[in-house]
């Protein structure tokens, strides 16, 4: 239940009001400062869910210092790249690895003995173009010829098979979970399985799945698990076309250890019941489930004209969003033995994608607040009430 919730921290605005008459603004500043955020005093998030489920959060390489390292080392014991582990920026010219980045992420979670999902090996975006160009830098895609389409398809295997190989040896002492694919079911299927028409689909129909688990399972370590990554997987019909690529492949004897259920989700929707039901459909098929991108946004969707985003978020949207949050993390616990990682999508909500959409959508305007920390680090009702 959603209990009391505690009085925030004392405000900027606050704290100016009580200096003492005659401290110039720098000095306040300073005061202002030195104060810790709230997340960095609050007890912790991941200690809170450790029977349950390790909790991660989504990062760049740049908040890797400062306040975010803080509230990371704290609250969280799982990470994973928000970008820079992508196919674009790992392998964005063929054979030419850059794993700069990357590196850096590994070795902080290493540092601070914090798990890490890897993020994704293979999906139609943020992918390069030259992996879908033939010899002669043609596009694959409008091949007609079927002698070179069956040599396209090769080429475009191999190449896939080169890619998840030399990440995956890499970091195989490092990554416990893999999304192996990200993305491949398609909300308005074009065809009766639901599969996402991507490139990768139009050169190899459904081989680049099986090709994708069936390599990165033969270089990563034996206890590492590999997951079929997506979003709206609460919802029908998406999430039994997803349900039954999955039990199809595994009849196949393709390694599919688990499902991620992205989980970009708003106030009010998907509705609970939606959450548990899919949780419990991929169990049963003897699968894992993540929960590996979560935000709430405070808008619903598509933003206009019936949800319009806010100039200023009200108190009474955060309250709205924490009795959210609340029956989602008892949901979570209760499915615990079926869920073994909760990863937000972000720290707090001074960096989130969700910006930029809400924006989009809007002329500019709006700000949203999809995590349980706000922009400067301290907690909101939201925090609260998953803490309970
Ligand atoms: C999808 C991807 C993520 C991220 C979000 C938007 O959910 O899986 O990697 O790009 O979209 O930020």
Redesign the pocket.
């Known amino acids: 239940m959603l209990k009391v919730l505690r009085k925030p921290l004392i405000s900027g605005l606050a704290l100016a009001l009580l200096l003492p008459a005659g401290m110039n603004t720098s000095a306040a500043e300073t005061t202002k400062n030195e104060q810790s955020p709230s997340a960095l005093t609050v007890p912790s998030i991941a200690e809170r869910y450790k029977k349950s489920f390790t909790i991660g959060a ?1 990062v760049e390489p740049y908040q890797l210092q400062g306040t975010d390292a803080q509230v990371l080392k704290r609250h969280y014991n799982s990470i994973v790249a ?2 820079i582990m ?1 196919p674009i920026n790992i392998q964005p010219e063929e054979g030419k690895f850059n794993f700069e980045e990357a590196d850096k992420i590994v070795k902080f979670a290493k540092e601070n003995g914090m798990d890490i999902r890897f ?2 090996l293979v ?1 139609h ?2 992918v390069p173009e030259w992996f879908f160009l033939d010899e002669n830098g043609k596009p694959m895609v409008d091949e007609t010829d079927a002698n070179q389409r069956a040599k396209n398809k090769k080429l475009l295997l191999k190449r896939l098979e080169t890619h998840i190989k030399t990440i995956v040896k890499r970091y195989k002492d490092d990554v416990k979970s893999w ?1 192996v694919v ?2 491949v079911i398609d909300d308005s299927p074009q065809n009766e399985r639901g599969l996402r028409e991507s490139a990768w689909y139009k050169i190899t129909g459904d081989e680049y799945i099986k090709v994708a688990f069936e390599t990165a399972k033969r270089y990563a370590a034996k206890d590492a698990k590999l997951y079929i ?1 997506d ?1 709206n997987t609460e919802v029908t019909p998406k999430r039994t076309y997803l349900y039954n690529l999955v039990k199809d492949m595994l009849a196949q004897g393709v390694p599919i250890d688990g499902v991620g259920h ?1 989980s ?1 989700i708003q106030i009010g929707w998907p509705s609970l019941q939606d959450t548990e039901d899919s949780i419990n459909m991929f169990a049963d098929l003897g699968l894992d489930n993540q929960i ?2 979560l935000d709430l946004s405070l808008y619903g969707w598509p933003p206009r004209p019936a949800f319009p985003t806010y100039a200023d978020i009200t108190a009474d949207r955060l309250q709205a969003q924490a009795a959210k949050y609340d029956a989602l993390f008892q949901l979570y616990e209760k499915l615990g033995d079926k869920i073994s990682n909760v990863t937000f ?1 972000g720290i707090a909500d001074n960096h989130t ?1 969700l910006d930029d959409r809400a924006k989009q959508y809007n002329d500019g305007v709006g700000k949203d607040a999809p995590f349980v920390f706000d922009p400067e680090y301290n907690v909101k009702p939201a925090y609260w009430a998953i803490m309970d």
């Open positions: 989504a928000e970008n992508k993020h994704n999906w975006s943020q999304d990200n993305e990554n979003y992205q970009h590996t991108e999508w994608w």
